[in-house]
Every structure is written in C-alpha cells, then in structure tokens.
C-alpha cells in the first residue's frame, strides 16, 4: 500500500459545480476524474536511494507515443500513459509495476484534506498592466501612445557582481500563466468510486481538462498531528 503521508493520484480536471451540505448551505467543489492510475515504476531505498512509485494516467496510441516511453510501459504489462509523474513515499510499498491505483485508496486511508498540483491557464505574453496589475500612464496631454508602457525601469547603476544590468526579478512584459502551482489544505467532500471522481471543496489550477496532482495534505497532517 501506498504510504499513508504522501498518497497521490493523478487525474484530470471536470470542471466546478455545487453541492449542499447538511444545513442546505451552497458549496463551490470541483471535480477531479483521478485514475485508475497504473504503477509503470517501483523505486526502492536499495536500488535508487529513495523509496518511490511512478504513476500513469490515460492511456495513449502507441502512434502518438516515442519508444522509449513504450518499451518503459511494457515492462509493466500496459499501454503507454499520456500523463506520467513520479511521488515519492515515506515508506517502501507492496505495489509492484501493473497494479492498478483508484480513488479508493483516498477513502482506505480516511484522506480528508488534499493538495492539488497543476499547470494555471496560460495568457501567452502579456503587458505589465495585465501580467502585473500596473496602473499605466496618465491618461493626460502629454501622454502620448504610452498609456500602458511600464515607464522607467531604473538606472542601469552598477550592481554588486551583476554588472550594468536591469535587476533580476525586475516585473516587466512577458510570458504570463501556463505555469506550475499548488493549492493546498482544499477539503475532500466526497469520493464517487463508481465514476472514479474526487469531489474537492474550493477552486483547483489548470483550465478544464488540464492534468492534475492530487496528494494527501502535508502541512494539514502536520498541525493534525501537533493538536
């Protein structure tokens, strides 16, 4: 079984709805289709200093797959996944490569809170305005086809061992989203085994259909445990 502190699904987002709770109070949850996941990789302490497993989701035509990524899942017995991340373990597992993960192990081990890993949405590039919330130019006389620009970005004065350089960090246009995230300690409503979905109270990164993450709460079974 997969260690209790750190057990992880992979799946793909549905898209948000609402569920009534027990008081008749509206509650916005969205849904995860998470698995059947396959294990393709079984890594132990003895063999790759550090115990883990490695997941797939979905599978893909071998068609639209690279060899390498065939051959991998062919040792374990299956098709090749469209969606493959490695979660590494707290403890050794008795999970060994073409075992099949559902949402079943969320509701074994009494999972209530979980952390959803995804990709945002991405904007492309973008000004400082958009991508930064910068108020603009004024909107003045004298302000002319310069109402979005960013303005003066500093004095290229010499920096201790950076040289005559704008500074790094520095929020200026460009690429905005399609990035990784994390949103944690979101509550697990309900577990739909039938139709392998998660029910996950609040909103999660990623458009609909994007690949997600989902894994036990860390920081939430941290405090549970000190209280």
Known sequence: MLSPMIA?????????TR???????????????????????????????????????????????????????????????????????????????????????????????????????????QGVMKRHGFSGQPASHGTERKHRSPGSIGAMAGDRGRGRSVKKGKKMAGRMGAARCTTRNLELTSIDKDKNLLVIKGAIPGPRGGYVIVRTSKTRTAKAKKD
């Open 8 to 16: 992880a699904m992979l799946g793909r987002k549905i898209g948000m």
């Open 19 to 125: 569920v009534f709770d027990a008081s008749g109070v509206s509650v916005p949850v969205t849904l995860v289709e998470a698995g059947p996941c396959t294990v393709l990789q079984v890594k132990t302490k003895e063999r790759d200093r550090y115990d883990a497993v490695q997941l797939g989701f979905e599978d893909c035509k071998p068609s639209r797959s690279k060899l390498p990524a065939i051959g991998h899942a062919r040792a374990a017995k299956t098709a090749p996944k469209r969606f493959v991340r490695e979660v590494r373990l707290g403890t050794p597992t008795e999970k060994q490569p073409g075992d099949v993960v559902t949402v079943e192990l969320f509701e074994e081990l009494g999972v209530k809170y979980v952390d959803v890993i995804g990709t945002t949405r991405g904007f492309g590039t």
